[in-house]
């Protein structure tokens, strides 16, 4: 015990100890909490008791359809976000930064955007007559417009653009927490640097790796704006087929009942992520 | 020598090429969009056929446009002055506390974060459905304000992490009762914290779509809200025009944040 | 035609504007033990990662056993090194982490079994091969680094102030330990080290760095016995030096007169000095006694403190010029008991004392 306490002796002002934390936690248990919980509780009770809401949700070829859809888009965007991320991370990490600086405003840039006109970018770039098709035509690559949006393409292309910042900026923390003389060391031991990467980079990086994917999965699952705008009506995800389930169809239950489904899926996730963020904390920064 | 950026060699030159392919990509859309802003083409052709200030007139010269966009910073203000008096006041607790569950009160109110916008788009909106919120600018505020809440409490716990507690204790030691230490002593030392938390929690309503979509009535729209229908309808360059000031307020805010920070971390 | 098994040929490196090595040169005969010492910022630690591969050198060149180095990449050069920081792989076990230069040679794997243990041993760490690095002291990280060095019985083993990091009680237990090592295998051994005690007890020859050139290189009795210059008297065990002017030279014997006017004769001097120039004179603080011998020169002195050091006593002296001076006589020393005093005198033998150009 250092120096005298004063933390309970607060009366006026700002109050200390757990107190002053109320007004949030009256805000999140009324608006947030509650609502959740009664949405869920529609789940089960909408249009009426029992649980014939998840029957046609796991019953139904359309719905499991989105479900193994949404699972196929949020795991093509993460693996491709990671292969993406990884280089740049890497060269950010160590990266004069006089140049670093640049490439990280950028990314600030991009990150700060309107998600809306970023988005809107990407449905005026890849359209059929859009730039991007016409300068692979002029180029002489295709001679066909490609279909880049509507598709799986366009979700991927739009949903990674989105979530690189997310992947890059944690990464760069890990790949800063590696010892460079670390791979001096791997170096002299003999290691080429294919080796050196495969042995002792990429472990290393593993936790960071792992972390910022399993993130960038959990929103990939229930992102809701790039995926209605750039996505099929074929390949609907399960955050547009909720919305679209309440907002046109008006079926709350089944609406709440797809809901539930995301809410555990994100929620173990997360719990899975935290895990993995602790273990690395607690490992001492490796 | 994977991590000495001097002794990569070739691999340098490809990781360099990419990681510049790679910020191109990310720069490509912004930029994109505000040339597309002053082209002529009504069909969004690139290269624009000629240069116009049109799209600017329409967008400036339709009230709808206007108003969605003041509604958007006047919601987004009250929400953001929500989210930062709350959030200082939750991460006095948070930080300072010594109570059992402090890390679940921290998971809590930092879930909003975490759970897909649209399971809380549904829920809230279905509960002011029935208490008569939806549609209302204070339904939107207190919407906002609960999504906006974790970008508010981040920064600010982070910063009072940072703040030795025995100044505080050594200013109320010089006589100051613990009201004027925090007032005088740690509210100056963490003000980095508090404003990043209000430019995130400004942008973090400033930018919200999905609840939005739910809240909105034909008298009370945001800008995404606006932006959004004219997507779902068609591409007009109108949008690019919206876009482009978006992001011209983007680098703005950039800008001033960057500056405010070298002044303020004086 | 005598090749040296090492030899650094005129290495030169520069940092912009900033010369960081002055065309060294070095020949190190196979299995010598050869450390290069000197503060921080001479240049040592720049030619060891010139050798190891780390820095390009902007001149000069690296030759082992007359094949140049420095086109070799550091994973194929074969050098062994043992790094200041811990650099052993956190995410491996100890054994694994002196596995890893066998398996990146795609040696088989009895071999690898066999030269794990084989390593093991000599470091004396056999129960510890399943630990991984994180559940080690640092004196045990040092040694498994060691063993990761020397797996592949590289021919020359470089080590960039491996003890810096550990306690002085393990320093010296490591030290014996690099001792036995290099006694046991007979590789050759760069070593740095800003630590002159290390120096000493460690190696057969030292190369004493200063600003980036080599001021003086042999064997730890010439650097103390036969310092080459007033930087490596003053680096090498302590030192006294008191300003003088020089008289008269010969036979190799000078003559000076000290700021208090009394005349010294018969210091041995290498170096020819002008008649009336300035110069310094270096005393070791245990070459002073309290008593006068036969061929002593006397000083007058102030004694304003002492200190008892078990086998040693050490006395503060100032001389009526204000220059004070460091006596470690020891405790057993006839008049080493003395109280503080003035007109005390203190003696020394000229023959042990150094001239150096002031």
């Known amino acids: 015990m250092q120096g005298i306490s004063f933390r309970r002796s607060s009366v006026a002002g700002l109050p200390a100890g757990s107190g002053s934390a109320l007004p949030a936690l009256l805000l999140v248990g009324l608006f947030f909490i509650m609502p959740v919980v009664a949405l869920l509780l529609r789940s089960v009770t909408d249009p009426e008791p029992g649980l014939q809401n998840y029957a046609t949700l796991f019953g139904s070829g359309t719905y499991v359809r989105v479900f193994l859809n949404t699972f196929l888009v949020a795991s093509v965007v993460t693996a491709v976000t990671i292969l993406v991320a990884f280089p740049v991370a890497w060269m950010l990490a160590i990266m004069p930064p006089a140049m670093g600086s640049i490439v990280f405003g950028i990314i600030v840039l991009s990150m700060w955007t309107n998600l809306l006109t970023r988005t809107y970018a990407w449905m005026v770039l ?100 790039t995926p209605a705008l750039l996505g099929g009506t074929s390949n609907m995800m399960l955050a547009e087929m909720i919305a679209q389930t309440v907002q046109s169809l008006l079926n709350w239950g089944l609406g709440s009942a797809a809901a539930f489904v995301l809410l555990v899926v994100t929620m173990a996730l997360y719990a899975i992520q935290l895990r993995l963020v602790g273990a690395r904390r607690a490992g001492g920064g490796i | 020598m994977l991590l000495d950026y001097e002794r990569l060699g070739w691999l340098r030159v490809a990781l360099v090429g990419f990681t510049a392919a790679v910020a191109a990509f990310l720069l490509l859309p912004v930029v994109f969009i505000v040339l597309l802003s002053f082209g002529s083409s009504r069909w969004l052709a690139f290269p624009p056929p000629g240069w116009t200030l049109r799209w600017y007139q329409q967008l400036l010269g339709d009230p ?124 100056p030392s963490i003000r980095i914290g508090i404003f990043s938390a209000a430019i995130f929690s400004f942008l973090a309503s400033w930018d919200e779509v999905v609840v939005a979509i739910f809240m909105a009535s034909p008298t009370l729209q945001t800008l995404p809200v606006k932006i959004w229908g004219s997507l779902r309808a068609d591409l007009s360059p109108v949008v690019a025009a919206a876009s482009s000031l978006l992001v011209g307020l983007t680098f703005c805010l950039m800008i001033v944040t960057a500056l405010l920070r070298r002044k303020l971390s004086r | 035609m005598t090749r040296s098994f090492l030899s650094i040929r005129a290495l030169r490196k520069t940092f912009g504007a900033f010369v960081a090595v002055h065309d060294v040169t070095i020949d190190v005969p196979k299995g010598e033990f050869l450390t290069f010492l000197g503060p921080s910022g001479s240049g040592k630690s720049t030619t060891l990662y010139a050798i190891a591969g780390f820095q390009d050198p902007s001149s000069g060149d690296v030759l082992l056993e007359d094949m140049s180095l420095l086109s070799v990449p550091s994973h194929k050069r074969n050098i062994g090194m043992v790094f200041q920081r811990y650099t052993l792989f956190p995410h ?225 002296a100032r001389t009526a010029a204000g220059d004070e001076i460091d006596v470690r006589p020891a405790s057993d020393a006839e008049g080493a008991d003395s109280a503080t005093t003035s007109g005390k005198r203190i003696f020394f033998d000229p023959g042990s004392a150094f001239l150096f150009p002031a």
């Open chain 1, 126 to 225: 890849l359209q059929r007559t859009g730039v991007i098709n016409r300068a692979l035509m002029g180029l002489g690559i295709i001679h066909e417009p490609l279909p880049l949006i509507n598709n799986l393409a366009g979700v991927t292309i739009g949903m990674v653009y989105i979530m690189l910042p997310f992947m890059i900026l944690p990464l760069v923390g890990t790949l800063r927490a590696i010892d460079p003389m670390t791979l001096r060391a791997a170096a002299l031991c003999g290691a080429s640097p294919f080796e050196a990467f495969r042995r002792i980079l990429l472990p290393l990086s593993l936790p960071g790796v792992a972390a910022g994917g399993l993130m960038v999965f959990v929103m990939s699952l229930g992102y809701f704006v």
């Open chain 2, 64 to 187: 709808t446009w206007i108003d969605a966009a003041l509604t958007s910073a006047r919601i987004a203000a009250m929400a953001a002055m929500l989210a930062v008096i709350i959030g200082l006041f939750a991460a006095f607790s948070l930080v300072r506390g010594e109570f059992r569950g402090r890390q679940v009160l921290r998971g809590l109110l930092l879930t909003p974060m975490v759970l897909p916008v649209v399971v809380f788009a549904i829920a809230i909106y279905a509960f002011f459905l029935r208490i008569g919120l939806a549609g209302t600018t204070v339904g939107f505020v207190i919407a906002h304000t609960i999504l906006a809440l974790p970008f508010a409490i981040i920064p600010i716990t982070a910063a009072l992490e940072g703040f030795d507690k025995s100044i505080e204790d050594a200013a109320i030691v010089c006589g100051a009762s613990p009201f004027q230490a925090r007032l005088r002593i740690t509210l």
């Open chain 3, 92 to 316: 491996l076990s100890v054994a694994e982490n002196i596995a890893f230069p066998l398996r990146v040679r795609r040696r088989p794997d009895a071999e690898i079994k066999r030269k794990v243990a084989d390593m093991l041993a000599l470091v004396r760490l056999e129960n510890f091969a399943d630990r991984h690095p994180g559940a080690l002291s640092g004196g045990q990280q040092q040694r498994v680094a060691l063993a990761r060095a020397l797996a592949y019985d590289p021919p020359i083993l470089l080590m960039d102030e491996p003890l810096s990091a550990l306690d002085k009680k393990l320093r010296q237990e490591i030290q014996a330990e690099i001792r036995r090592i290099h006694r046991e295998t007979g590789v050759t051994i760069l070593y740095v080290t800003h630590d002159q005690e290390e120096a000493l007890h460690l190696s057969d020859r030292i190369a004493l760095f200063r600003e980036g050139r080599i001021e003086q290189i042999g064997t730890g009795e010439d650097l103390y016995l036969r310092p080459a210059s007033e930087f490596v008297a003053g680096f090498i065990g302590n030192s006294n030096f008191l300003p003088a002017e020089h008289l008269q030279t010969a036979r190799g014997a000078s003559t000076i007169r000290l700021a208090d006017g009394s005349i010294v004769t018969g210091i041995k001097t290498t170096t020819s000095f002008g008649q009336g120039q300035r110069v310094r004179l270096m005393v070791r603080p245990e070459a002073f006694r309290l008593a006068p011998g036969a061929t002593s020169a006397a000083l007058a002195v102030e004694i304003i403190d002492t200190a008892f050091f078990g086998d040693r006593r050490r006395v503060m």
